[in-house]
């Protein structure tokens, strides 16, 4: 099993992480259970969830997850899981957070709001890493990581993250924390995959500079890289097939990012590739994410547990140089699929 530590914190943990985003809309909680307990018997001691988690996050639903996760959390040794979870913050990217519980701000209000409600629902009294979901770009990020530094300093959080990120938000955000003797941010989470290796153009630079870890999400791009939007036909129950079928403009917009002529011609090199090398696609898009020295973990999901086996390959799976150079051949001939 590969273990590494987030930035310079004292977390660490599996390289592949367990989200569970999905919990709560398309898998039912039994369902949930077996997944989690399958992940947590073959090492993975990482799991990440959110407060309005699951996805697409509604009014009604929101926070079911984060309860889920607290009930399945009763059944093992608190100290065996590093436990992640997220605080929405305002609408400023592809959804509107749901105001069921009066979170609308990264501000030190909503921040001990949030928190108190997370730790309600995970039952547990500290969450190992307390992650921003979304900047905000009204509140002064001084005053989010002074609330954030108070959490830490309470004994309820033990580190921060944050996730949906730019260069700027990321350095500012830890510059602030530097000269306020505060505590940083000791990760990024954001889209990192084969169809969206964005990072790379200076998130990446800034992590490996600064000693912070990227934990990328949706390493196959929302089941797109297992090849199964290619059809003619989606399948029924997958994940873009119900987004299409949603009449929120947000949401349509998501599932147009996601599957596209751009993302389904590159996906079809990446299938043929990982023919060639007798590997699932998706566990080809897996190690790939996880492959780089400033990637921590790699937060895979399942929506049933038959789909978890080819994610957990890729802990045995390595990209060597030959492949690599294969794989930015068809970065370099199908620029940003993802836009």
Known sequence: MDFRYIGKSGLRVSSICLGTMTFGSTTKKDEAFKIMDKAYERGINFFDTAELYPVPPKADTAGITEEWVGDWLQTKPRDSVILATKVAGAASGW????????????????????????????????????????????????????????????????????????????????????????????????NFSLLNPRFHDELANVCKRENISLLPYSPIAGGVLSGKYNADLYPEDSRFGIYMANKSPRVQAMANRFVNEKTKEATKKYVELAKEYGISPVTLAVAYSKHFDFVASTIIGARKLSQLDDSLAAFDFKIDDELMKRIEEIQKDILYPMG
């Open 95 to 190: 959804f509107v957070p749901p105001i069921r519980h009066g979170i609308t701000a990264i501000d030190s209000f909503h921040i001990k709001k949030a928190v108190e409600g997370s730790l309600k629902k995970l039952k547990t009294d500290y969450i190992d890493l307390y992650q921003m979901h979304w900047p905000d770009t009204i509140v002064p990020i001084e005053e989010s990581m002074k609330a954030f530094d108070e959490l830490v300093r309470e004994g309820k959080v033990r580190y921060l993250g944050t996730s949906n990120d730019t260069a700027y938000g990321l350095t500012k955000a830890n510059e602030a924390s530097k000269y306020n003797n505060l505590a940083r941010f000791e990760s990024i989470q954001n």
